[in-house]
């Protein structure tokens, strides 16, 4: 996530000032506070103005710019603040862990507390930071071959990834899958697959043996990608430092490798998504069961719409697509569904407390769980506890 930091953008709700206050002197009351999730679902909203410091860590303001506190803005924290009158926020740690304290006049908050300035949000806002889909392990072994007469290679099967880029010729690459001819500029990804290579004369081609940290094969397998002239650099610069041995060579490979593995995901992605409302019902209906099948077994997690798209490989677009023409909901109101459902089931079976429950399927606080079990279902879920004990009770004495 980027985000800029204008001043003008950010006057209607307030300024910025640098020299910590002196509380005695403005006469202030201070609250201060400890934060460490990037999960929120209350936002403050003080009736008068007030000054926020950090004295430690860094941080983002997360506002509200509508009343309905549905369209949210986030704001760099790199300074003190002072927020205007009936202005909703809170704030979001972006160090493991962040100290921050609220100034208000004594004369605005007289005897409460802050918890009394507080609103709940309609839907929780879980800040997520800038990350990648997978990361790249190492590099096994890298090398370059000029083939000066036609031959014929049996590569034997192996867990690794084998990544080959042709110069110059062409080469053709039998695997379980098929047959892939590589003219000058394309490329190919295989793992654990015995490879037949007839190599043509003159054939100038480079081969990258890598590993990566992620539980799924990557989805860009057994496919024969035509190189853009970004690519081709890249992979130029990986060869060329593969000849180099000073301090940095292996990051810097590891660095070039990444980014073209990532430039073909994101082509390939682009590609899938058009695949996904155009193509055959079936592909459609397998990645989709893969993606329900996942959810369901990671139902008692914090799991968010951006884990599904890192571990499928998916855009958020592909998957709201996907969700929408098949589910006809989005991905987040089935996530939210399924984990309501498993609730009552939870509290069915009376192992836990409410709270407990509301822990292991995720939610953030007791209080938003309850506020969604009410809405979805039309009770609080105290009150379907008891009548789910009531019914086993008369059950019981049948």
């Not at 204008?6 to 509380?23: A, Q, W």
């Not at 610069?237 to 940095?248: A, D, F, G, V």
Request: glycine share 2%.
């Amino acid at each position: 996530m980027t985000n800029q930091h204008t001043t003008n953008k950010f006057e209607p709700f307030g300024s910025f000032y640098d020299e910590p206050l002196d509380t005695q002197k403005h006469n202030l009351n201070q609250w201060e506070f400890s934060a460490s999730s990037k999960k929120l679902d209350t936002l403050f909203l003080f009736p008068c103005e007030i000054y926020i410091e950090c004295p430690a860590g860094l941080a983002l303001l997360l506002i509200a710019a509508s009343p309905d506190m549905t369209d949210l803005k986030t704001v760099p924290l790199r300074h003190n603040l002072k927020l205007a009158p009936n202005t909703a926020f809170n704030l979001i740690p972006l160090t493991s862990s962040l100290t921050w304290r609220i100034l208000i006049a004594k004369n605005c908050c007289k005897e409460q507390q802050p918890a009394d300035f507080t609103k709940p949000l309609p839907t929780p806002y879980t800040y997520q930071p800038v990350s990648v889909p997978f990361h790249l392990r190492r590099i096994v072994d890298c090398w370059f071959t000029k083939q000066s007469k036609a031959c014929h290679i049996a590569q034997p099967a192996h867990k690794s990834y084998e990544l080959i880029y042709v110069y110059e010729g062409s080469l053709d690459i039998t695997l379980s899958s098929g047959k892939n001819t590589l003219q000058p500029h394309d490329l190919i990804i295989y793992r654990s697959d015995k490879a037949e290579m007839s190599v043509q004369d003159g054939c100038s081609y480079l081969t990258v043996v890598f590993e990566v940290n992620h539980r799924r094969s990557l989805h860009v397998l057994d496919h024969t990608f035509h190189c853009t002239s970004e690519m081709q650099q890249i992979l130029w610069k990986l060869l060329i430092e593969s000849e180099e041995h000073s301090y940095y060579t292996h990051t810097l490979m590891i660095c070039y490798l990444q980014e073209v593995l990532l430039l073909i995901m994101q082509f390939y992605e682009t590609m899938n998504h058009k695949t996904l409302l155009t193509d055959s019902k079936s592909a459609q209906n397998d990645l989709l069961s893969e993606i329900l099948a996942y959810m369901n077994k990671r139902i008692t997690e914090p799991l968010t719409i951006e884990d599904i798209c890192h571990e499928f490989f998916i855009s958020r677009s592909s998957l709201q697509a996907l969700f929408k023409t098949h589910l006809n909901t989005s991905p987040k109101n089935y996530l939210l569904n399924i984990k309501l459902q498993k609730s009552k089931e939870l509290i069915r079976e009376n192992q836990y407390t409410i709270s407990e429950i509301a822990y292991r399927l995720g939610f953030s606080s007791i209080h938003y769980f309850s506020r969604l079990f009410k809405k979805y279902f039309n009770t609080t879920p105290s009150d379907y506890a008891r009548k789910a004990a009531e019914n086993q009770n008369r059950q019981n004495k049948l």
